[in-house]
């Protein structure tokens, strides 16, 4: 691509300001145009694999990001009565060439905006893409307040319920995944984790995973995770008022023996993240004209990988990487041809089990690198 063509970048989140980054280290021009106001705090947070990690180094100052995140090194899974089941060393930093990091979203967020500032990099917020346009030559957005941009390829980088993806793809649509997923950030008096993040897998298809989120306070990130064949009503579940969703998680662990602390956990998360968790039809292509899909607009990641926001670091950067050393046309049909196997294995993976620890799918998740400098795998 020529550096003085304009991308346009629908979405702010972890892979649209990563995307604008690394075509900024391309020296391509981007402007990203994300449908919230500048006050980002929605989504308690993730855990970013080594493979997610490496590419944060080469965007973010290796000290700020890991002193505002938790370095997993071990992971524990127990079962309902308490009970460890395994315990699985190889999160260390020495196994994969990069630590797992347990980080709060806003806080991921709010360093990545800041080397976009830096970087001067143009993000407009109150954007929120309707439409899309594209002629010969040019792709135009139009966005909710009437305003409409151009530019010479556009990245649709807005999410699972992408409108980018709806407007270059209108058949496709997205089909319930059988399963819910709740965040929260809390702190955990009583019962000391380190460096290690706890799994708890019970009965009842659920089951809740803890980690350290910052290393100067209490603070953990928690996730729980639930099956249920018919999706839960919005009111009852993604709108709900906590207590609600207090009242659900109680139930599912009803008759638990797990340490008090955990339940005091729940009890004490001011703010609650429940999300029914949906998946994206057969795609017929990651890219239709000038228009190419990265993240979870793409590939709407199953959230028991914990790779979603890894994906969406691998996207940009070989996307960017791409489109420096290629015409457009090439590189969406490099991205794709390229990324496809590694996304399909890991998630294909996912899709056919309940809860668990896949240990097996470790190495292929987390022994990957793709340099910036260099495109080979590790
Ligand atoms: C319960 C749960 C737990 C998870 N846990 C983990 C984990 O531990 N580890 C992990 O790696 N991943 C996890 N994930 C997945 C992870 O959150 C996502 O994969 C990741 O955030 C995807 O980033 P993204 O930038 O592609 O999309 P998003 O983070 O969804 O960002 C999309 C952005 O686009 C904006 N936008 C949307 N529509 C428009 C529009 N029309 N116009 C303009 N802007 C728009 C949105 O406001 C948003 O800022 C979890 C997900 C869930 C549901």
Redesign the pocket.
């Known amino acids: 691509m020529k550096k003085s063509e304009e991308v346009l970048i ?7 300001l990563s995307a604008s980054l690394f075509l900024d280290k391309a020296g391509i021009k981007s402007t990203i ?4 106001s500048s006050h980002y705090d929605e ?1 308690a947070g ?4 080594p493979s ?1 990690v490496k590419i944060l180094k080469s965007l973010i100052n290796e000290q700020e990001l890991y002193s505002h995140c938790s370095v997993i090194d071990v992971f524990r899974q127990f079962n309902e009565m308490g009970e460890e089941t395994a315990y699985n060393r190889n999160y260390e930093d020495k196994y994969y060439g990069a630590p797992t990091l347990n980080i709060i979203r806003s806080k991921l967020t709010a360093l990545l905006l800041k080397e976009i500032e830096t970087q001067k990099i143009n993000i407009r917020f109150n ?3 309707v439409s899309i346009e594209q002629t010969q030559s040019r792709v135009k957005a139009f966005f909710d307040d009437d305003s409409q941009a151009e530019g010479i390829i556009l990245i649709g ?7 980018t993806r709806a407007s270059i793809f209108p058949g496709i649509s997205l089909s319930y995944t059988g399963t819910w ?3 929260g950030v809390s702190t955990l008096e009583g019962l000391e984790l380190g460096s290690s993040m706890n799994a708890y897998f019970g009965k009842r298809t659920f089951g809740i995973v803890v980690g350290k989120s910052d290393p100067k306070d209490k603070s953990v990130l928690w ?1 729980a995770f639930g099956m249920n064949e018919r999706k839960l009503p919005t009111t009852e579940f993604d709108h709900a008022p906590s207590q609600m969703i207090k009242d659900l998680l109680k139930n599912r662990m009803e008759g638990w023996k797990l340490p008090t602390p955990l339940f005091n956990m729940i009890e004490k998360t001011e703010r609650m993240y429940p ?1 029914s ?1 949906f998946g994206i039809d057969s795609m017929p292509s990651w890219s239709q004209g000038r228009v190419v899909l ?4 793409l590939h709407a ?1 199953n ?1 028991f990988t ?7 670091l691998e996207d940009a950067l070989y996307l960017a990487k791409l489109l420096s050393q290629h015409d457009y046309r090439d590189a969406f049909f490099y991205f794709e041809n390229d990324r496809k196997n590694r996304v399909k294995d890991i998630t294909s993976h996912f899709d056919s089990l309940l809860i668990s620890l896949p240990t097996n799918m470790d190495e292929t998740m987390h022994n990957y690198e793709i340099k910036w400098d260099k495109l080979e795998k590790r």
Request: no cysteine.
């Open positions: 629908i979405g702010g989140g972890i892979a649209g145009y994300e449908s919230r989504g993730f855990l970013v694999s997610g954007k929120k893409l980088a807005d999410g699972t319920h992408s409108r997923g709740v965040q996730q999300r968790i990265i993240g979870d607009a990641t959230p914990g790779m979603g926001a890894s994906f969406s």
